[in-house]
């Protein structure tokens, strides 16, 4: 049986008249086991994959190539089903046209879908709202599947109407978590970002169709080892104070403010999605109604809850002093994710400021990253900026923007933007 841990890093120390209170609360989960294996209702997995003309000879060839490899890496038992996507959605496995629209893997199921994602073949324009809406359907078509997970590829951007794509992730969300993936330089990462974003999955570009297996490999292996189907954050906080945001700040810079579900007047809840062996960090901030010198106040209770049951517990406090060598210490963790969510934000305002024309606010802000990239030693993300920029200076963040920059790189670094890397003990 899963076990999760809560453990809490701040500064609980607050000036007189002081009212914010900041922590980033780990929260490790061990013992997950496998997907659908829980006894909390079965998996299901959809591979989504763009069939549109857009998808050249080699591109299809190689997406065929990794869906057929991510069938590989699905648990028997699970289920499962695959769509074919281009100005509308097909059901390409199983083929079935009522009742349940997702089948249990099995050694026959699987090589039937092997089958039909061999006969795909590139047609037609790109309409991923549509896709994502199948998806929707073909999991409510099995009632007994509680933990779902898509894997979506596309190598174009998105030709619907105006607001039908929103429109259809606001459908998706809350139903299903999506990982998507981009191949080439011809789909647009902001309009990926919002899926996955919103789907609690992932993003990132696939440059080349090479290594577009292993990448399919990676992401339905990560699906099967999360052995939690779904777990909450739960933020609870006295009378009068005000939550100012929840962000998760590690494996990615996520914001779930604004996705917070009221479970009574004084608590709300956050989506945190399934759960492998694994650590998370949160950033949690609040504000309370300041207190006078020398007293102590619970300012949060962080909890993780499986359902209705709670399967571990932070405290984050606020004590009021005078002592100006407490109350001025900012603490490591919360410094280190503060930069880090910085970091996110230079970069891809910056990339968007560079592919508008403005060049100056486009060096200004990939500047800024290169340093917060330095200081809080995220060398991935140094080593695609140094793609994009010529550093003078690291410490200072002196750039200047590369004359030639390939498309790949820019999009390599827009994706990877929201990644973090952990303190360096």
């Not at 009522?98 to 061999?118: F, K, N, Q």
């Amino acid at each position: 049986m899963a076990e999760f841990t809560a453990a809490v890093y701040q500064n609980e120390f607050l000036p007189d008249g002081g009212t914010d209170v900041n922590a980033i609360v780990t929260v490790t989960c061990a013992g997950a086991g496998t997907a659908g294996q829980s006894g909390g209702g079965a998996a299901g997995e959809i591979i989504i994959v763009d069939t549109s003309g857009s998808m050249g000879p080699q591109t299809m060839a190689a997406a065929k190539q990794a869906a057929q490899a991510a069938l590989a890496e699905i648990l028997d038992g699970t289920w499962f089903a695959v769509i074919a996507g281009s100005d509308r959605a097909m059901l390409a496995y199983p083929q079935v046209s009522s009742g349940p629209g997702l089948v249990a893997m099995d050694a026959r199921t699987r090589e039937e879908a092997r089958a039909a994602i061999g006969r795909f073949v590139g047609s037609g324009g790109t309409a991923i709202g549509t896709w994502l809406d199948l998806a929707g359907t073909l999991f409510a078509s099995v009632p007994g599947v509680t933990q779902k997970h898509a894997i979506l590829l596309t190598d174009g951007e998105n030709r619907e109407q105006p607001g039908a794509l929103d429109a259809a992730i606001r459908r998706a969300t809350g139903m299903f978590q999506c990982d998507c993936r981009g191949a080439g330089t011809d789909w647009q990462v902001e309009e990926v970002r919002r899926i996955s974003q919103a789907l609690l999955g992932t993003v990132d570009i696939i440059p080349e169709p090479s290594q577009m297996q292993a990448q399919f490999e990676e992401m339905m292996r990560s699906s099967m080892a999360r052995g939690v189907s779904d777990a909450q954050l739960r933020v609870w906080t006295p009378q009068g104070a005000q939550v100012l945001f929840v962000r998760q700040v590690a494996p990615t810079v996520e914001d779930l403010t604004d996705r917070r579900v009221v479970v009574n007047p004084l608590t709300g809840a956050y989506p945190t999605g399934a759960w492998a062996d694994e650590s998370r960090d949160y950033h949690v901030a609040v504000r309370v109604a300041a207190k006078a010198i020398g007293q102590e106040q619970l300012a949060a209770r962080v909890q993780v809850a499986l359902g209705d049951n709670v399967a571990a517990q932070a405290l984050v406090k606020a004590t009021w002093s005078n002592n100006s060598e407490l109350t001025t210490r900012i603490d490591q963790q919360v410094a280190h994710y503060t930069g880090q969510t910085e970091l996110a934000s230079m970069i891809q305002e910056g990339l968007a400021a560079k592919a508008a024309g403005d060049a100056a606010t486009a060096t200004t802000k990939l500047g800024r990253a290169v340093q917060l990239a330095a200081e809080t030693g995220n060398d991935e993300a140094t080593s695609k900026l140094r793609k994009v920029v010529d550093i003078d200076d690291e410490k200072e963040g002196t750039v200047r923007l590369k004359a030639a920059v390939q498309k790949a790189d820019e999009m390599a670094l827009d994706t990877a933007s929201t990644k973090t890397t952990r303190i360096k003990k």
